[in-house]
Protein backbone atom coordinates (compact mmCIF):
# COMPACT_ATOMS: atom_id res chain seq x y z
CA UNK A 1 0.00 0.00 0.00
CA UNK A 2 1.70 3.61 -0.77
CA UNK A 3 1.58 6.56 0.99
CA UNK A 4 -1.50 8.12 -0.46
CA UNK A 5 -3.63 4.72 -0.16
CA UNK A 6 -2.48 4.58 3.75
CA UNK A 7 -4.05 8.19 4.33
CA UNK A 8 -7.54 7.09 3.25
CA UNK A 9 -7.46 3.93 5.38
CA UNK A 10 -9.42 4.19 8.39
CA UNK A 11 -10.09 7.76 8.02
CA UNK A 12 -11.55 10.47 6.26
CA UNK A 13 -8.41 12.37 4.68
CA UNK A 14 -7.53 15.82 5.05
CA UNK A 15 -5.90 17.29 2.02
CA UNK A 16 -4.11 20.70 2.98
CA UNK A 17 -3.44 22.89 -0.12
CA UNK A 18 -0.34 25.48 0.29
CA UNK A 19 1.06 28.02 -2.71
CA UNK A 20 4.65 27.14 -2.77
CA UNK A 21 6.78 29.98 -2.58
CA UNK A 22 4.18 32.01 -0.71
CA UNK A 23 5.68 34.34 0.46
CA UNK A 24 9.02 32.47 0.44
CA UNK A 25 10.31 29.20 0.14
CA UNK A 26 11.52 28.75 3.58
CA UNK A 27 8.13 29.62 5.33
CA UNK A 28 6.39 26.97 2.51
CA UNK A 29 9.33 24.21 4.18
CA UNK A 30 8.32 25.36 7.34
CA UNK A 31 4.07 24.89 6.92
CA UNK A 32 4.81 21.98 5.45
CA UNK A 33 6.25 20.66 8.39
CA UNK A 34 3.65 22.07 10.16
CA UNK A 35 0.69 21.05 8.54
CA UNK A 36 2.15 17.48 8.77
CA UNK A 37 2.66 18.17 12.97
CA UNK A 38 -1.59 19.55 13.09
CA UNK A 39 -3.65 16.94 11.60
CA UNK A 40 -2.60 16.88 7.55
CA UNK A 41 -3.35 13.63 6.26
CA UNK A 42 -2.37 14.48 2.64
CA UNK A 43 -0.69 18.10 1.27
CA UNK A 44 -0.85 19.31 -2.07
CA UNK A 45 1.87 22.44 -2.88
CA UNK A 46 0.37 24.53 -5.80
CA UNK A 47 3.27 25.16 -8.46
CA UNK A 48 3.14 28.92 -8.89
CA UNK A 49 1.94 30.04 -12.78
CA UNK A 50 1.29 33.22 -14.25
CA UNK A 51 -2.16 31.96 -15.54
CA UNK A 52 -3.36 29.83 -13.22
CA UNK A 53 -7.02 29.42 -15.10
CA UNK A 54 -8.69 27.26 -11.88
CA UNK A 55 -7.90 29.47 -9.45
CA UNK A 56 -9.86 32.24 -7.74
CA UNK A 57 -8.24 35.89 -6.69
CA UNK A 58 -6.95 34.38 -2.90
CA UNK A 59 -4.38 31.55 -5.13
CA UNK A 60 -3.99 34.02 -8.21
CA UNK A 61 -2.32 36.66 -5.78
CA UNK A 62 -0.26 33.82 -3.88
CA UNK A 63 0.87 32.96 -7.31
CA UNK A 64 2.26 36.27 -7.62
CA UNK A 65 3.96 36.61 -4.85
CA UNK A 66 5.60 33.39 -5.10
CA UNK A 67 6.73 34.40 -8.24
CA UNK A 68 7.85 37.67 -7.18
CA UNK A 69 9.87 36.11 -4.52
CA UNK A 70 12.17 33.65 -6.88
CA UNK A 71 9.90 30.81 -7.00
CA UNK A 72 11.21 27.99 -9.35
CA UNK A 73 10.43 24.76 -10.15
CA UNK A 74 14.38 23.59 -9.20
CA UNK A 75 13.33 25.30 -5.52
CA UNK A 76 10.60 23.62 -4.89
CA UNK A 77 12.10 20.34 -6.02
CA UNK A 78 14.83 20.84 -3.48
CA UNK A 79 12.50 22.22 -0.55
CA UNK A 80 10.38 19.00 -0.99
CA UNK A 81 13.94 16.79 -1.02
CA UNK A 82 15.05 18.90 2.35
CA UNK A 83 11.31 18.25 4.16
CA UNK A 84 11.38 14.82 3.16
CA UNK A 85 13.92 14.21 6.07
CA UNK A 86 10.99 14.67 8.54
CA UNK A 87 7.52 14.75 6.60
CA UNK A 88 6.26 10.94 6.31
CA UNK A 89 2.78 12.06 4.64
CA UNK A 90 1.81 12.03 1.24
CA UNK A 91 2.97 15.31 -0.82
CA UNK A 92 1.82 16.28 -4.03
CA UNK A 93 2.30 19.49 -6.51
CA UNK A 94 -0.77 20.80 -8.03
CA UNK A 95 0.93 22.34 -12.15
CA UNK A 96 -0.69 23.52 -14.73
CA UNK A 97 0.22 21.36 -17.73
CA UNK A 98 2.67 24.47 -19.11
CA UNK A 99 5.49 24.19 -16.01
CA UNK A 100 5.46 20.51 -16.88
CA UNK A 101 5.98 20.62 -20.38
CA UNK A 102 8.68 23.32 -20.37
CA UNK A 103 10.67 21.87 -17.71
CA UNK A 104 10.01 18.58 -19.55
CA UNK A 105 7.61 16.19 -18.65
CA UNK A 106 10.15 13.16 -18.21
CA UNK A 107 12.56 15.04 -16.07
CA UNK A 108 9.66 16.58 -14.14
CA UNK A 109 8.36 13.46 -13.00
CA UNK A 110 11.86 11.68 -12.69
CA UNK A 111 12.86 15.08 -10.21
CA UNK A 112 9.23 13.90 -8.97
CA UNK A 113 10.56 10.72 -7.85
CA UNK A 114 13.92 11.82 -6.73
CA UNK A 115 12.91 14.65 -4.27
CA UNK A 116 9.65 12.10 -2.45
CA UNK A 117 6.97 13.55 -4.29
CA UNK A 118 3.72 11.18 -4.28
CA UNK A 119 1.80 12.12 -6.76
CA UNK A 120 0.49 15.64 -9.22
CA UNK A 121 -2.71 17.47 -9.85
CA UNK A 122 -2.90 19.40 -12.85
CA UNK A 123 -5.86 20.63 -13.47
CA UNK A 124 -6.34 22.02 -17.36
CA UNK A 125 -4.81 18.77 -18.69
CA UNK A 126 -8.39 16.73 -19.95
CA UNK A 127 -8.79 13.11 -18.62
CA UNK A 128 -8.86 12.66 -22.67
CA UNK A 129 -5.29 13.94 -22.95
CA UNK A 130 -3.58 11.90 -19.57
CA UNK A 131 -1.69 9.88 -21.93
CA UNK A 132 0.14 13.41 -22.44
CA UNK A 133 2.00 12.57 -19.11
CA UNK A 134 0.74 9.25 -17.75
CA UNK A 135 3.53 7.51 -18.99
CA UNK A 136 6.30 9.46 -17.86
CA UNK A 137 4.36 9.39 -14.39
CA UNK A 138 3.90 6.03 -14.49
CA UNK A 139 7.29 4.85 -15.31
CA UNK A 140 8.64 6.99 -12.21
CA UNK A 141 6.05 6.05 -9.86
CA UNK A 142 4.10 9.26 -9.64
CA UNK A 143 0.68 8.95 -9.17
CA UNK A 144 -1.49 11.12 -11.49
CA UNK A 145 -4.75 12.38 -9.91
CA UNK A 146 -7.94 12.84 -11.75
CA UNK A 147 -10.72 15.29 -11.24
CA UNK A 148 -14.05 15.27 -11.57
CA UNK A 149 -16.50 18.29 -11.74
CA UNK A 150 -20.36 18.92 -11.37
CA UNK A 151 -20.19 18.99 -15.14
CA UNK A 152 -18.38 15.76 -15.81
CA UNK A 153 -21.83 13.50 -16.33
CA UNK A 154 -21.34 10.94 -18.10
CA UNK A 155 -17.47 10.89 -18.18
CA UNK A 156 -17.58 10.66 -14.07
CA UNK A 157 -17.98 6.92 -15.01
CA UNK A 158 -14.58 6.46 -17.52
CA UNK A 159 -12.92 8.72 -15.38
CA UNK A 160 -13.72 7.04 -11.80
CA UNK A 161 -12.84 3.47 -13.40
CA UNK A 162 -9.37 4.46 -14.53
CA UNK A 163 -8.58 6.52 -11.67
CA UNK A 164 -5.71 6.40 -8.92
CA UNK A 165 -4.85 7.31 -5.83
CA UNK A 166 -8.09 9.42 -5.56
CA UNK A 167 -10.43 11.08 -7.15
CA UNK A 168 -10.62 14.96 -6.58
CA UNK A 169 -14.46 16.03 -7.04
CA UNK A 170 -14.89 19.83 -7.76
CA UNK A 171 -17.80 20.53 -5.65
CA UNK A 172 -18.39 24.05 -7.27
CA UNK A 173 -18.34 25.51 -10.93
CA UNK A 174 -16.21 28.11 -11.23
CA UNK A 175 -12.49 29.15 -9.98
CA UNK A 176 -11.69 27.98 -6.73
CA UNK A 177 -12.06 30.46 -3.20
CA UNK A 178 -13.90 30.19 -0.24
CA UNK A 179 -17.65 30.01 0.09
CA UNK A 180 -20.42 30.12 2.31
CA UNK A 181 -22.04 27.52 1.60
CA UNK A 182 -22.00 24.59 -1.72
CA UNK A 183 -24.55 23.91 -3.48
CA UNK A 184 -23.64 20.78 -5.36
CA UNK A 185 -24.93 17.59 -5.04
CA UNK A 186 -21.61 16.16 -3.66
CA UNK A 187 -23.68 12.99 -2.03
CA UNK A 188 -24.77 12.29 -5.73
CA UNK A 189 -21.28 12.26 -7.55
CA UNK A 190 -19.20 11.20 -4.46
CA UNK A 191 -22.09 8.18 -5.08
CA UNK A 192 -21.93 7.58 -9.00
CA UNK A 193 -17.74 7.14 -8.61
CA UNK A 194 -18.41 4.58 -6.13
CA UNK A 195 -20.68 2.50 -8.20
CA UNK A 196 -17.63 2.08 -10.60
CA UNK A 197 -15.02 2.23 -8.36
CA UNK A 198 -13.25 1.52 -5.02
CA UNK A 199 -10.62 4.77 -5.36
CA UNK A 200 -11.24 7.42 -2.63
CA UNK A 201 -13.23 10.90 -3.35
CA UNK A 202 -12.07 13.75 -1.78
CA UNK A 203 -13.82 17.04 -2.19
CA UNK A 204 -11.95 20.32 -2.95
CA UNK A 205 -12.89 23.80 -4.73
CA UNK A 206 -14.77 26.40 -1.83
CA UNK A 207 -14.47 24.30 1.67
CA UNK A 208 -13.18 26.95 4.12
CA UNK A 209 -14.41 26.72 7.43
CA UNK A 210 -14.38 23.40 9.68
CA UNK A 211 -17.83 23.06 9.24
CA UNK A 212 -17.77 22.51 5.75
CA UNK A 213 -15.51 20.78 6.10
CA UNK A 214 -17.23 17.94 8.54
CA UNK A 215 -20.50 18.57 6.14
CA UNK A 216 -18.20 16.93 2.95
CA UNK A 217 -16.42 14.72 4.81
CA UNK A 218 -19.60 13.12 4.96
CA UNK A 219 -20.24 12.63 1.70
CA UNK A 220 -16.76 11.57 0.88
CA UNK A 221 -13.49 10.01 2.06
CA UNK A 222 -12.01 13.18 2.39
CA UNK A 223 -11.61 17.25 1.63
CA UNK A 224 -9.30 19.47 0.43
CA UNK A 225 -8.64 23.19 1.66
CA UNK A 226 -6.85 25.79 0.00
CA UNK A 227 -7.84 29.18 -0.35
CA UNK A 228 -8.74 29.56 3.52
CA UNK A 229 -5.08 28.35 4.27
CA UNK A 230 -3.74 30.58 1.22
CA UNK A 231 -5.57 33.89 3.00
CA UNK A 232 -4.42 32.93 6.65
CA UNK A 233 -0.57 33.02 4.67
CA UNK A 234 -1.36 36.31 2.84
CA UNK A 235 -2.83 37.54 6.35
CA UNK A 236 0.29 36.58 8.26
CA UNK A 237 3.06 36.46 5.75
CA UNK A 238 5.77 34.65 7.50
CA UNK A 239 4.36 34.63 10.90
CA UNK A 240 2.24 32.72 9.26
CA UNK A 241 2.83 29.18 10.58
CA UNK A 242 0.90 29.30 13.99
CA UNK A 243 -2.42 30.66 12.38
CA UNK A 244 -2.05 28.05 9.74
CA UNK A 245 -1.27 25.16 12.53
CA UNK A 246 -4.36 26.11 14.66
CA UNK A 247 -6.76 26.10 11.44
CA UNK A 248 -5.22 22.71 10.52
CA UNK A 249 -6.04 21.19 13.82
CA UNK A 250 -9.40 22.26 13.71
CA UNK A 251 -9.95 21.16 10.88
CA UNK A 252 -8.85 17.47 11.62
CA UNK A 253 -11.10 18.05 14.63
CA UNK A 254 -14.11 18.55 12.46
CA UNK A 255 -13.16 15.30 10.18
CA UNK A 256 -12.85 13.52 13.48
CA UNK A 257 -16.22 14.50 14.50
CA UNK A 258 -17.76 13.40 11.29
CA UNK A 259 -15.77 10.09 11.45
CA UNK A 260 -17.27 9.63 14.78
CA UNK A 261 -20.80 10.41 13.74
CA UNK A 262 -20.70 8.19 10.36
CA UNK A 263 -19.48 4.99 13.02
CA UNK A 264 -15.96 5.18 11.53
CA UNK A 265 -14.07 5.00 14.43
CA UNK A 266 -11.25 8.19 15.28
CA UNK A 267 -8.60 9.13 13.65
CA UNK A 268 -5.20 7.11 13.39
Do not use: W
Request: aromatic residues 6%; charged residues 25%.
Amino acid sequence: MNRIARAFEGKKAFIAFITGGDPNIETTERLIIALAENGADIIEIGIPFSDPVAEGPIIQAADERALASGCTVDKLFDMVERVRKSVTIPLLFMSYINPVFVYGTERFMQKCRTCGIDGVIVPDLPFEEQDEISPACEKYGITLISLIAPTSHERIDAIAKNAEGFIYCVSSLGVTGMRSEINSDIAEMTARVKRVSSTPCAVGFGISTPQQAREMAAVSDGVIVGSAIVRLVAEYGEACIEPVAKFAREVAAALEQSEGEAGNGGRT
